[in-house]
């Protein structure tokens, strides 16, 4: 009986984090790099985590991404200036963008899928 019980937590302990994977991996299957819009799926990242810096009446070093003109100006620059450059490094490189943590593969593929779409102010 006793080790019934026991067979019984382990297959719980199983099945919720197989349960997790699936969410995770319906998380990247879900994600729509398709229909991507500025004003809907773009611009919300930047609001969310970058804005906090970058706006305001007196942005981090006088870069404010708030308007789509702000975005398109750096989006591909070249080198460290670019947005594409600073969102795309490693976790713990000192130049990622936002400052501490980097966006999801979701967010990051949707801003590429923009991009590759001519990035469109729709
Ligand atoms: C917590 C504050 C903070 C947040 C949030 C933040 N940044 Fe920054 N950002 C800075 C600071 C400070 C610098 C200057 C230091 C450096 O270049 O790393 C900077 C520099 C940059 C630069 C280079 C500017 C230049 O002229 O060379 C880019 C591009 C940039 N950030 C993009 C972003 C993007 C895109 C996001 C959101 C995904 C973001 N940042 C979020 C603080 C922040």
Not at 5 to 29: R, W
Not at 63 to 69: A, I, R
Request: proline residues 4%; charged residues 20%.
């Amino acid at each position: 009986m006793k080790k019934i019980f026991f067979l019984l937590i382990i297959m719980l302990l199983v099945i919720s984090c197989a349960y997790e994977n699936q969410n995770d991996l319906f998380n990247e299957i879900s994600c729509d790099t398709l229909d991507v819009q500025f004003e809907r799926d773009i611009l919300p990242i930047f609001a969310y985590n970058c804005q906090s810096c970058h706006g305001g009446p007196s942005p981090s070093v006088y870069l404010s991404l708030e308007t789509y003109d702000q975005i398109i100006e750096r989006i591909d620059a070249p080198g460290i200036s670019g947005i594409l450059n600073r969102i795309e490094r490693n976790e713990g490189d000192i130049l990622l963008m936002p400052q501490g943590y980097k966006l999801q593969n979701c967010e990051i593929n949707k801003i590429k899928s923009w991009i590759n779409q001519g990035y469109m102010n729709n």
